[in-house]
Structure formats: C-alpha cells, structure tokens
C-alpha cells in the first residue's frame, strides 16, 4: 500500500486517557505493514507521536506505544470504595426516568471512580498533585497556593518516556521511524508552536509543552528563552494544517485518529450530556474546509500548468511579452513549492461513545485502557478491509 511518490500521515488528537484509542489505530495499521511518514499529535496525541517517531524498538513501534500504555493504567490507583458507588447510583437515579432502565452501568460507576482517583492521586507515572507532603520540600510556593498556576505537575512524564524514546532520533537527520510533528501555544501571543524533528532536536520539554493543557491544571512549559507554551489543542486538536505547511509538495495519505466525535445520531438528554457535547464540539476536527481549500488548490495549479503549456505550444512566442511569461512561470513555481501536494485520501477513524460521560477522558483504569486499545485497532481493521 505504502508509495514513494505519496507520504502516509497519522494524525492524532489529543484527549487525556482517550489517547489510548489511537494506539489502537497505530497498531493495526503497523500490523497490515502500513508505513507512517509523518506522524503529527497535539497533546496526548503529541505524546503518542512522540513514542512512535522516537520508539526504542524500531522494528515494533507500536509495541512500545502499547506498553507505555499499559504501565500507565496498571500504576493507577483505583478507588474501589462501595460507598462512592452506591451515592453515585442514587445520584443518577434521582435524576433519570428509571421506566426507561437508564440506570448507570457498571463501567460508567467504574469510570467515575477511576476519575475520582486520578484527581485525588494522580499517577506516578504521568501526573502527581501538587499537595502531596513530598512537594513541601522543593516547592517554594507549597504553603502558598494563592500563588498557584498549576495543580498537577506532569514532570513525572519525563522519567516515564525515557524508557520508550530514543530522542536522537528526533532531530535533522536522526532516522526517526516517522517524521514527528507536535503542536503548541505561545501563552504570550496566542501563537501556534509547531515542533518538526527535520527542523529542530525534539527534547522532553517540547513534549510537556505539547501536553500542558491548563484546563488539567498542568503548568505551562518555557521551551526556548522567553516562549512560554501549553497544549496545542487550545487552538486546534487535529494538526493537519502543520501537516502540509511542513510538507507542502508531497501527495499525502491521512488516517485521521478522531477522539472526539464530530457527529451524532441524538440530541443530548440532560446537562451532564449538554456539557459532554459541548467539549466534544470544541476538540472535534475542524480541519474539513482546509482539506477542500488544498484540494481546490492542488486543482488551480494543475489548469494554470496545462495553460501554460497551451500558451508555450500553440502562441507565437514573438507576439507575447517574454518578461510576462516568464514572471507566470516563476508565480507558478513559486506557488507549487508552498502548495503543491495532493490529498489522495482520508481515513477518519472515530472513536464510538456507547454512552457519553464528561470524565471518560480521565479514566486511566486497566480496564478501560485495554479497551480502548483494543477498539482503536478493531475500528481500523474495518476500514482497511474497505481501502
């Protein structure tokens, strides 16, 4: 499947726990021999993006993305206290028509706690609250959280990805599996970041900036003197106009990992619903209009190439002005070098919401991250019978 002359790009959405359904998407496509070019994420996908161009294993990137995954849920701790469950039964019960036996399930009471967890805990592997006895002694602003600008510090990420990432790969000439692409903001000037390992050396840090969302309450990361940046998914959660500003005369391939879906079947039933939406809304891909703006372009450059041909074949080069044929000649060059490439195809993998929660981006449960994975990989086998 994979062509020299088209590049086969994997974009990933952020979305907290959710990232384990694009390591799913990885993984099947790694398993039908699908080679990834360019591999581009903001937030979670930004990290996701970072262990694949970067994976220890070159031969099995996506193992490595799997296990990274794995020891996340498996060093999360999960309140399993009976009493937590059985308010939040009541909770919901008091608020629904039980007639219609939409009374909460077990994943979704399991979830809930999962979420609880990680906000009172953390996961030592990712992301520790600030509050914990052991930050009193290097934290100078401990006792005093009126000064706070953060809650969770995600630093842990740092010592977690070193097992996975070979980072001398993500820099010019470092051989990456995937040419890596990670996304960010500068807090300053609410400009967009983009972080390219053919352009610059990848370090950690560019991947706590990429992964700094503050509505987590994760702190902002300077990445450079004087550029302070948080989570590209502030602007836009699908990198896909870093994509081709990156690369812009090479026909692509896009497999698009959707977190969030951008439709549904329904209206939502209740505030809880109105709030999921609402965010999933806000982080959904946005990027249809760009797509058509750069096959629209690609379909300009093509008529103004074959008019030039016409005019350079069938006019008699002595009734046109040479200069002026020669300045359309290098505007259309010029244009093409910026705008060139060709949008062959694009495979958006959707992840399904058999019932919508506002937390299930929170939920770092071994339960739920198996399956995640595992329905990220299902959801792509399907569409790569269909290609």
Not at 178 to 193: C, D, F, H, Q, Y
Not at 197 to 213: E, P
Not at 360 to 368: L, P
Request: overall charge neutral; proline content about 5%.
């Amino acid at each position: 499947m994979h062509n020299d002359a088209i590049e086969n790009v994997l974009i990933l959405q952020g979305g907290g726990s959710l990232g384990a359904f694009g390591c799913g998407v990885f993984k099947a496509l790694a398993n039908n021999h699908i080679k990834i070019d360019i591999v581009a994420g903001t937030s979670i996908g930004g990290i996701n993006a970072a262990i694949i161009a970067g994976s220890m294993d070159k031969e099995h990137p996506e193992r490595t993305l799997e296990e990274f995954w794995l020891e996340l849920a498996e060093n999360s701790i999960n309140v399993t206290n009976p009493v937590l469950g059985w308010l939040y039964d009541k909770s919901r019960a008091s608020s629904i028509d039980i007639s219609k036996n939409h009374l909460p399930t077990t994943d979704e009471v399991n979830s809930l706690l999962s979420t609880i967890s990680s906000v009172i805990y953390g996961n030592d592997k990712f992301f520790v609250p600030r509050w914990r006895a052991d930050y009193a002694l290097k934290d100078p602003q401990y006792f005093n959280p009126s000064k706070w600008t953060y809650l969770y510090d995600h630093s842990p990420l740092v010592t977690t990805l070193a097992k996975y990432i070979d980072y001398n790969k993500l820099q010019p000439n470092g051989h990456p599996n995937a040419r890596l692409i990670m996304t960010a903001v500068n807090i300053l000037t609410s400009e967009p970041l983009t972080f390219d390992s053919s352009r610059q050396k990848i370090t950690s840090k560019h991947i706590l900036a990429t992964s700094g969302y503050p509505s987590y309450n994760f702190p902002w990361v300077e990445v450079e003197e004087g550029i302070y940046a948080w989570d590209g998914s502030l602007l836009s959660n699908t990198p896909f106009d870093e994509v081709i500003d990156a690369s812009p005369v090479i026909d692509k391939r896009l497999f698009l990992v959707e977190n969030y879906p951008a439709k549904v079947d329904k209206l939502p039933d209740n505030l809880i619903e109105v709030y999921h939406r609402t965010r999933d809304i806000q982080f959904s891909d946005k990027s249809q209009h760009n797509i058509k703006m750069s096959k629209a372009i690609t379909r300009y450059l093509k008529y103004i190439e074959v008019l030039y041909q016409i005019i350079d074949k069938n006019i008699d080069p002595s009734k046109i002005d040479k200069k002026q044929l020669e300045n359309i000649r290098h505007t259309y060059t010029k244009m093409k070098s910026k705008r060139g490439a060709e949008i062959k195809g694009i495979f958006r993998i959707t992840r399904d919401e058999l019932f919508p929660h506002y937390y299930e981006n929170t939920d770092f449960s071994v339960e739920t991250i198996r399956k995640s994975i595992k329905d990220g990989e299902s959801k792509t086998n399907q569409i790569l019978e269909k290609i």
